[in-house]
């Protein structure tokens, strides 16, 4: 089989590529492990695809740091402006959630996969399921990629096989190999936006118990850290956007484990307005027990155990002395927590690692090392925090990539 461009992988990547270079006008093949494409982008959102940020690009780069100065390109050239635009006409309305989380409104990442699938075929882009590629061979006149008993002869090449985190969605780290034949430096893959786990085993009391906003917080060599944003606790720790968020600015730390960090589950008050906030609870409602005070800030079960580790767990609100008052205050805005681990790799929302930027053209997503083989999505070593940042990543440069395949 002959064709312009060959891509490897149908993912988000991997189809924006497809529409981009159909559109302008090559001839595309996209080939898949899968029998179908996106298995990844289907779980996104738990289901609903957190599909980009409302924001502007400025604001999207400094939240990608320290990844912005490659990103920004690809960022201004299609971005989440664009990236609306382009789902609206193909008939996915979208909604802005929270921060600026963008979802199709149909809360169903289908719409989303469907609709990116379907126009790259009608632009003419073919794709083969079911045919894992291990290997890619430069010709005299492009590529040559073999699978089995298929071969494909392109002129450029497309890697788009995303990392190695959850690699029952098909990105088992195999793209790796492949652009490690071309000479390209793999930075060591490791997991990010991940959930940690914490040494104390109360958590597991309460796994389920989330909390709509706190701030996860620590120091190391330090320097101050923190996430804000949702969290949740988990069976042996903590999960959740802001808990994923902070993983990603700690696990480059050398040696951060053991870890300690603080909880704070009113991050919008301070000590003072927490403090008057209680007494006023509590005058109003001296019978009740003090989980009960809390009860509109977080789940029960997380006010009784934090009402516990404060010593005042079967006290009633007209018994807060100020020393419980203290204990509890301490334990709502600062609650301590070791952590001792990060969930592996094949957990992680992401993986950070892969093909080295520095050897990748941000102005077209080319390789540096090997003229017409390119790069898009998750298996470049680039990423964003919780909250569409990766998956418009995946778009932006799969459409750079794309447009500049298809002008060899
Ligand atoms: C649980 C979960 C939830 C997430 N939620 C969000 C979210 O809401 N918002 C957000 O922005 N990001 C989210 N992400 C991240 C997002 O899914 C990724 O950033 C995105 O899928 C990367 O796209 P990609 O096309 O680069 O890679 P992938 O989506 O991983 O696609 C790569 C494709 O390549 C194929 N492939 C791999 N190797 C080969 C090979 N050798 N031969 C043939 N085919 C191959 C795979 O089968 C796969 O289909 C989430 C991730 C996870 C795991």
Not at 55 to 61: D, H, N, P, R
Not at 304 to 320: N, P, W, Y
């Amino acid at each position: 089989m002959n064709t312009d461009i060959c891509i490897i992988g149908a993912g988000p990547a991997g189809m924006a590529v497809a529409i981009a270079a159909s559109a302008a006008g090559a001839s595309v093949v996209a080939v898949d492990s899968n029998s179908a494409p996106g298995k990844k982008l289907l779980i996104t959102g738990s289901g609903r695809c957190n599909v980009t940020h409302n924001c502007s690009v400025a604001e999207f780069l400094r939240a990608c740091e320290p990844f912005d100065r490659f990103l920004r390109h690809c960022i201004y050239e299609f971005s989440p402006a664009d990236l609306i635009a382009l789902l609206v006409g193909l008939g996915v309305e979208t909604k802005t959630e929270g921060s600026g989380l963008v979802f199709p409104v149909s809360d169903r990442a289908s719409d989303i996969n469907n609709s990116l699938f379907d126009n790259a075929k009608s632009l003419g882009a073919k794709f083969i399921f079911g045919s894992k590629i291990d290997s890619a061979k430069k010709t005299d006149s492009g590529f040559l990629i073999e699978s089995g008993d298929k071969k494909i002869d392109c002129q450029s090449l497309i890697i788009a096989t995303g990392g190695s985190s959850w690699p029952q969605t098909g990105s088992d780290g195999s793209g790796y190999r492949i652009a490690e034949a071309f000479d390209h430096k793999i930075i060591s893959p490791t997991a990010c936006l991940v959930r940690l786990m914490t040494v104390e085993k109360w958590p597991a009391d309460i796994a389920g118990a989330a909390a709509a906003n706190v701030r996860v917080s620590a120091k190391i060599s330090g320097k101050k850290i923190s996430s804000t944003g949702p969290m949740i606790f988990t069976h042996d720790g903590i999960g959740g956007p802001a808990v994923l968020d902070f993983s990603r600015e700690i696990l480059n730390s050398d040696q951060c484990f053991p870890l300690d960090i603080t909880i704070d589950f009113q991050p919008n008050t301070n000590d003072n307005d927490f403090q008057r906030l209680i007494l006023e609870a509590a005058l109003r409602y001296p019978k009740k027990e003090v989980s009960f005070l809390l009860a509109d800030m977080m789940p029960i079960s997380l006010a009784r155990k934090i009402c516990q580790m404060a010593g005042c767990e079967k006290v009633v609100s007209s018994q807060l002395t100020k020393q419980l008052r203290k204990n509890l205050i301490e334990n709502v805005r600062h609650l301590p927590l070791k952590i001792k681990s990060a969930r592996p790799l094949s957990e992680a929302t992401i993986t950070r690692g892969g093909v080295d930027n520095a050897e990748i053209n941000p102005l077209t997503m080319g390789s540096n090392l090997c003229q017409n083989l390119f790069f898009a999505g998750e298996i470049i070593n680039a990423d964003g925090p919780c909250g569409g940042y990766n998956l418009q990543f995946a778009f932006s440069s799969g459409t750079l990539a794309g447009k500049n395949a298809a002008k060899v």
